[in-house]
């Protein structure tokens, strides 16, 4: 499956962004997909994600209540809608699809097969 992760930008604190990952060459409702998101200096983290069902979400503990994970199944898209975001948002946000190991939401990179390229988020104070 090729991911295509878009819809990033500069936004002032307070404000949303919804973030989309088109997905090809597979249905996304295979596998578990989520978002992730590196800020420079710091180490990729998971931020949100589904496992194959959509029986399980998870929400980083920084994000809960703010973002939210979604999916179109008719259109192999899946999004994170970003509300009230603040500075410390600001990072790369990165679409993953995980196929071995998709009855869950995993945490660890390795397990993710496929990557998006990832699209800037910059959130200014």
């Known amino acids: 499956v090729q991911l295509q992760a878009s819809g990033g930008g500069l936004v002032q604190a307070g404000g949303s962004l919804r973030l989309s990952c088109a997905a090809s060459?597979?249905?996304?409702?295979?596998?578990?997909m989520s978002w992730f998101r590196q800020a420079p200096g710091k180490e990729r983290e998971l931020v949100a994600g589904?496992?194959?069902?959509?029986?399980?979400?998870y929400y980083a503990d920084s994000v809960k209540g703010r973002f939210t994970v979604s999916k179109d199944i008719a259109k192999n898209m899946v999004y994170l809608e970003m509300n009230s975001l603040k500075p410390e948002d600001t990072a790369v946000y990165y679409c993953?699809?995980?196929?071995?190991?998709?009855?869950?939401?995993?945490?660890?990179?390795?397990?993710?097969?496929?990557w998006g390229q990832g699209t800037q988020v910059t959130v200014s104070s």
């Open positions: 589904f496992n194959w069902s959509g029986s399980r979400t």
């Open positions: 993953a699809a995980n196929f071995r190991t998709r009855v869950v939401v995993a945490d660890k990179l390795r397990l993710y097969e496929y």
């Open positions: 060459g597979d249905t996304f409702s295979r596998y578990a």
